[in-house]
């Protein structure tokens, strides 16, 4: 079992920039590729970007490619989001998740969530 506690979430103006954090416990963080997803109202679940075990490959959505950076510590158990030139439409609910052999781009093979943390883009 994995544990995900998302952090850093919150209200930005449009173009401005917020950088989440998702701390992992339980099982050995650096078996796991880390991702990031978020879900806005009325809409599924999307696919933001993920990260190998290693920090050494990433891959991100199409709508965040150039304005968000994952990355992740694994001395210190953490993965993290930056987020550039923020839109309104990147207004949603963000989430991690962690899994061993997930499918990058989509929702399946993620094992563990997180709870999720609020960001919130104003034009």
């Known amino acids: 079992q994995v544990q995900l506690v998302e952090s850093g979430g919150g209200l930005v103006q449009a173009g401005g920039s917020l950088r989440l954090s998702c701390a992992a416990s339980?099982?050995?963080?650096?078996?796991?590729?880390m991702g990031w997803f978020r879900q806005a109202p009325g809409k599924e679940r999307e696919f933001v970007c993920s990260?190998?075990?290693?920090?050494?490959?990433?891959y991100y959505a199409d709508s965040v490619k150039g304005r968000f950076t994952i990355s992740r510590d694994n001395a210190k158990n953490t993965v993290s989001l930056q987020m550039h030139s923020l839109k309104p439409e990147d207004t949603a609910v963000y989430y991690c998740a962690a899994g061993r052999s997930p499918g990058w781009g989509t929702s399946a093979g993620w094992l563990y969530w997180g709870q999720g943390t609020q960001v919130t883009v104003s034009s």
């Open positions: 990260i190998n075990r290693s920090g050494g490959r990433t």
């Open positions: 339980g099982r050995t963080f650096s078996n796991y590729d």
